[in-house]
């Protein structure tokens, strides 16, 4: 069974520092994919960042980056510069070719916090 | 480009209502994605559809929750009738395929069950 285990309930940072979000999984699945997703206090989901099992390089985008380690199945996400507008809760996700090739399961969550 | 658009944003039903939540995907998409946000679950998926037709539903709760495509631009839940522990926030995602597979997010809609 695939399994996203996000340990860190809360974590903060000052502004204009970087912060690390930690992200694990469990699949059998030879090919999958991991997302991390936002959801600020107003409550959409917004989608920053993707990273395919096969992909050679970490994903990154803008001040996102994904530390992808597939030994220690590890995705942890890292925010650079951090700003008062990346307060919000923060999901890492999963897609497998068992039970759906489109189908994602969410961890917990970590509600990141930063400080000016 | 428009995103998911979801209404109604709040509803507040009584138990025993019939309640249906209402989804326009993004145009282009070929997947679209219902889910369910609460404290004590968090996000879980219910149902998918590919192209009009469902997927998956292996996470709609029971037989009061039902779900249509009919037509590529537009998707319903439907839960008849409705309870307390119904109450969260229902999110509609849609997802372009082809190699693709980032989905994105509607703002939600909010239910109340009183």
């Known amino acids: 069974a695939q399994k996203i285990t996000q340990t860190q309930p809360g974590m903060f940072v000052q502004e204009k520092e970087a912060v690390t979000l930690d992200c694990t999984y469990d699949?059998?699945?030879?090919?999958?994919?991991l997302f991390w997703y936002k959801q600020p206090s107003s409550g959409e989901m917004i989608f920053l960042i993707y990273q395919g099992s096969y992909d050679q390089q970490n994903a990154t985008e803008g001040r996102y980056s994904l530390n992808f380690q597939k030994a220690r199945k590890s995705a942890n996400l890292v925010i650079s510069a951090s700003q008062l507008g990346d307060s919000a809760m923060y999901f890492c996700a999963m897609r497998g070719s068992s039970g759906g090739y489109n189908k994602l399961i969410f961890g917990a969550g970590t509600r990141l916090a930063v400080h000016p | 480009d428009a995103g998911v658009i979801q209404s109604p944003r709040h509803e507040v039903t009584e138990m025993g209502q019939e309640v249906t939540l209402r989804c326009k995907p993004i145009?282009?998409?070929?997947?679209l994605f219902w889910y369910r946000q609460t404290m004590m679950r968090g996000l879980e998926l219910l149902i998918y559809f590919n192209n009009n037709v469902p997927i998956d539903d292996s996470g709609m709760p029971e037989d009061r929750f039902s779900a249509k495509m009919p037509n590529a631009s537009f998707s319903t839940l439907k839960i008849q009738p409705s309870e307390p522990r119904d109450s969260a926030v229902y999110f509609c995602?849609?997802?372009?395929?082809?190699?693709?597979?980032?989905?994105?997010f509607g703002p939600g809609t909010r239910l109340t069950v009183t």
């Open positions: 699949t059998s699945d030879p090919s999958y994919g």
């Open positions: 145009s282009g998409h070929d997947y």
């Open positions: 995602a849609s997802s372009p395929g082809q190699g693709s597979y980032e989905q994105y």
